[in-house]
Structures are given as C-alpha cells and as structure tokens.
C-alpha cells in the first residue's frame, strides 16, 4: 500500500515569515494530494489540495507543489500569522481506483508572535 | 447545517467493555469513514463505508466493527475495549470517494484502562 512520510514533525517560524512541509509518497499510482489542517480539539479540515494533472496550486498564503518524478509534495504558507498554528497533515491517494487516502504522520506548526 | 457530528466527545472504559461511537452527517453525502488518530501515526483508516448499505475494511479493522445504519448514520463498536484502542476517533464523510474533500466531525476520545 502507500506510504506518506512527512516533514518535519514540529516547526516554528517567526509571524511574518514563511513555513515549508514536505512529503514524499511511495505509490506512483497516487494522483490526488490534499493538506488538511487540524486546529487543537478539533478535526482536519481541508485547506488546499492538488491533482497530478498540474504542478503547483496557489491559494492566497498558501501554495502547494508536486514533483511526480521525485514522488514529493510540498506545503508553503507565507507571511505566517498566530493562527496558522496548528498541526497540517498531507495525504496521497489514487483518484482512479477505490484506494483510500494514506495520510502523513503530521506537523505542529508554532507561529511566534 | 451541523456537517459532521460525532457522539460522544469523551469516554473513558475499562478492558473487556464495549461501546458504540456514533457519527452522523447532514451534507447528503454517500461515504463515510472512521480513523483513528495516535500520537506520531497520523490518521489510519478502520472501516469506511461507500454507500448505504456497503461496508469495507481499511487499513486497521482488527476489534472492530461498524454499521451503515442509513444514509446520515455510520457507528463504530468495539466489542471488547483493549488499552491499545485509546486514540481519538473521527469520523468524515463525502460526496463520492475517498479522494476529494473530507468533512471530519470534531471527534471522540477514548480511553481504555
């Protein structure tokens, strides 16, 4: 099955700075890779995601790349604010077969005011 | 328009009982699924559910079981509660598969003595 692995477990930035997390996958049949984001007592929520048709996705202070050839993926949040702290988590899943989303391990991302 | 909840937040059981977690959604969606979230393991998938009336294993099924009870409702019961089953449960639903958008409801913690 897949595996994600993800990087780095914790990570703190200065508030205005930028944050990176990067995952790789091991299943070159995963085509659809989302981030969510899970604030303290509550559940993930999607932020952005991104289909293998494309290379980088863009959406306000968040961006996110992927190099298929490599099997990485990447998750850039700029100009970082209190509350982007959270913990993220990155997925790898195959759009075309029944396969689930494999998630990654987690980052716990501190934003230092 | 509640999206995903989950009953109850919190439990705490001893070895040997049993319980049932419950989760129901109101977004009209035709999957849902149940994870499990361990410190360090992300979120591993124990059972989902495609559509009303159809249920399949995930990744770690083993003392477990579940019922799609209609199209809102999807219920985790562990037969009989092991220290190794203390995590915190979410559940999500959506549309179709697996590889778009998750909802997750706001989860349970359980705790096994």
């Known amino acids: 099955g897949e595996n994600v692995e993800q990087h780095p477990s914790t990570l703190s930035v200065q508030e205005g700075d930028s944050a990176v997390i990067k995952c790789t996958y091991s299943?070159?049949?995963?085509?659809?890779f989302p981030w969510y984001k899970q604030e303290l007592g509550k559940g993930p929520q999607l932020i952005i995601d991104i289909r293998s048709n494309v290379g980088e996705k863009k959406d306000q202070r968040i961006a996110v790349t992927l190099n298929k050839t490599a099997k990485h993926f990447s998750l850039h949040i700029t100009e970082t604010q209190p509350e982007d702290s959270a913990v993220y988590f990155c997925a790898a899943g195959d759009q075309t077969g029944a396969n689930n989303l494999f998630f990654g391990t987690g980052t716990r991302l501190t934003v230092i005011p | 328009n509640a999206g995903v909840t989950q009953t109850p937040k919190f439990q705490v059981l001893k070895t040997g009982q049993s319980m049932t977690l419950q989760c129901a959604q109101d977004m009209n969606h035709n999957s849902m699924y149940w994870y499990r979230q361990d410190p360090g393991m992300g979120l591993r998938l124990i059972y989902y559910?495609?559509?009303?009336?159809?249920?399949d294993k995930g990744e770690v099924p083993n003392g477990y079981n579940v019922s799609r009870l209609n199209k809102r409702e999807f219920s985790l019961r562990l037969e009989s509660a092991a220290p190794s089953q203390t995590s915190v449960y979410f559940c999500?639903?959506?549309?179709?598969?697996?590889?778009?958008?998750?909802?997750f409801g706001p989860g349970t913690r359980l705790l096994v003595l």
């Open positions: 999500a639903s959506t549309t179709g598969g697996p590889v778009e958008t998750q909802y």
């Open positions: 299943d070159s049949a995963s085509n659809y």
């Open positions: 559910s495609a559509s009303e009336g159809t249920t």
